[in-house]
């Protein structure tokens, strides 16, 4: 699986947009980008995952850019309740028996 | 989607003891994982449980340390023998989703060995 690179920790205004950024430059071609979240030491929590084209779901925005390098995870509206540590990882996704690689992630504080 | 239960939530453990830790999925699945999150760290990759066969540990986990069961497709146990000071950590178990879809995670199992 490739690796990936996020910064250590974030901060954002409540009720303005996170912006949490990813870099995976050495992403494979059939290798997606998932995005969990963990509260508090509670189990990770899923949020959202795409492999080259834009998706939006209820919680979240994932932008790729267009080489797949990076990716950039967006919060429309932050809440107290969005602090958390946000991994981004790759994997294969399409086919089933792999396993799910956690990199240090991005601590992001949500501040009134 | 898949629910997963893990018993116990938290334990306190005498050092030398040993843990054994339950998940239970409310379904059929091929493959369960078990990670260690130590405090104030990532989640870190123990071993894969494959119904029928041993358990694949990733390097520097070993089975004596760490021996897995998984004795049919919805229910796994990890133990964490011979504990010390340094086992204390939440321990989680995992299980995967159909294709093109996500990970499922237990709550975890909080050890503190003392």
């Known amino acids: 699986d490739a690796k990936t690179t996020q910064p250590p920790s974030m901060d954002c205004a409540e009720g303005r947009a996170a912006n949490l950024p990813c870099n995976h430059s050495t992403i494979s071609g059939n290798e997606y980008v998932y995005w969990y979240r963990q509260i508090h030491s509670q189990g990770p929590q899923y949020i959202i995952h795409g492999l080259k084209n834009n998706e939006t779901n209820e919680m979240a925005s994932l932008i790729i850019t267009e080489d797949r390098k990076s990716s950039t995870l967006i919060l429309p509206h932050a809440t107290l309740r969005d602090t958390a540590v946000y991994y981004c990882?790759?994997?294969?996704?399409?086919?089933?028996?792999?396993?799910?690689?956690f990199g240090a992630g991005t601590r992001l504080f949500v501040k009134a | 989607s898949a629910v997963i239960s893990q018993k116990p939530s938290r334990d306190i453990c005498q050092r030398g003891t040993s843990l054994t830790i339950q998940c239970q999925v409310d379904s059929q699945v091929t493959m369960m994982f078990w990670y260690r999150q130590q405090p104030g760290q990532s989640l870190t990759l123990i071993a894969t449980?494959?119904?029928?066969?041993?358990?694949?540990?990733e390097s520097g986990f070993v089975i004596d340390k760490f021996p897995i069961s998984r004795p049919n497709l919805t229910f796994s146990t990890l133990t964490v023998s011979n504990l010390s000071p340094e086992d204390s950590s939440i321990y989680l178990c995992?299980?995967?989703?159909?294709?093109?879809?996500?990970?499922?995670f237990g709550q975890g199992t909080r050890l503190t060995v003392v």
């Open positions: 449980a494959n119904q029928g066969s041993e358990a694949t540990y």
């Open positions: 995992s299980v995967e989703g159909p294709p093109n879809t996500e990970a499922f």
């Open positions: 990882i790759v994997r294969v996704g399409d086919t089933g028996g792999f396993k799910t690689i």
